[in-house]
């Protein structure tokens, strides 16, 4: 082999691996992310990417293992917030109203977990449209819980802020799902 035709050949190998690499892990997160914010207006792509790297071994994934990853980090979110209430209701004292919110919200979040689990089932048997009925039903559990706090003036909701991570997590869950049962390569 000339050594001429030795070059070609090691710059086109380069080349390949110069641009493949970047189509797989954080440039996959990236393009998710991008489409997601596109054509769902609830979800911030800042909020996407940052969730997504966040977790183990995401910038490996494919869009399938993305699916999983962000169903995960709904589980831990709802698992962590349920707690987080029952922390807030042992150990501050609160008015009738509120402490009847935190209640609703605790039993909400219960069931979100158990949503969330049924999800993370039906999606690894690839029954995408059940999965999404119970990630939806994830997304109205934080709407509902926060609505609770809203419905009586002048009162603030200690969750707030939790409640729009599991409101845009599970969005982002949902989303990703619309892209593989679509088949669509991102
Ligand atoms: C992906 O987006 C992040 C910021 O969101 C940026 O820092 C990074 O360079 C991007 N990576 C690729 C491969 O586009
Ligand atoms: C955005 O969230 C609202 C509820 O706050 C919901 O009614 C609407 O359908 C969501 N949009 C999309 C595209 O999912
Ligand atoms: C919940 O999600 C938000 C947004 O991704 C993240 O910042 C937070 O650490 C998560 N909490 C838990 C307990 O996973």
């Given amino acids: 082999m000339s050594p001429f035709f030795s070059f070609i050949l090691l710059a086109l190998f380069l080349f390949f691996v110069i641009s493949i690499q970047p189509a797989n892990g954080q440039n996959l997160i990236n393009e998710t992310?991008?489409?997601?914010?596109?054509?769902?207006?609830?979800i911030s792509y800042n909020f996407c990417t940052t969730s997504l790297q966040a977790a183990p071994a995401s910038r490996c994934a494919t869009l399938r293992g993305l699916g999983k990853i962000s169903m995960r980090l709904v589980h831990y979110n709802v698992t962590d917030t349920r707690c987080y209430i029952k922390h807030l209701m042992k150990n501050r004292k609160w008015d009738p109203y509120s402490k009847q919110c935190l209640k609703d919200c605790f039993e909400l979040f219960s069931d979100a977990i158990s949503s969330v689990k049924q999800a993370m089932k039906y999606y690894k048997s690839k029954q995408y449209d059940d999965a999404n009925v119970q990630i939806s039903s994830v997304m109205d559990a934080a709407t509902t819980c926060e609505d609770g706090f809203k419905e009586r003036k002048g009162l603030v909701s200690p969750l707030t802020e939790r409640n729009r991570n599991t409101f845009q997590l599970s969005?982002?869950?949902?989303?990703?799902?619309?892209m593989i049962q679509k088949g669509s390569d991102v």
């Fill in 171 to 178: 969005a982002v869950a949902l989303s990703v799902l619309h």
């Fill in 33 to 42: 992310c991008k489409t997601s914010a596109r054509d769902d207006p609830n």
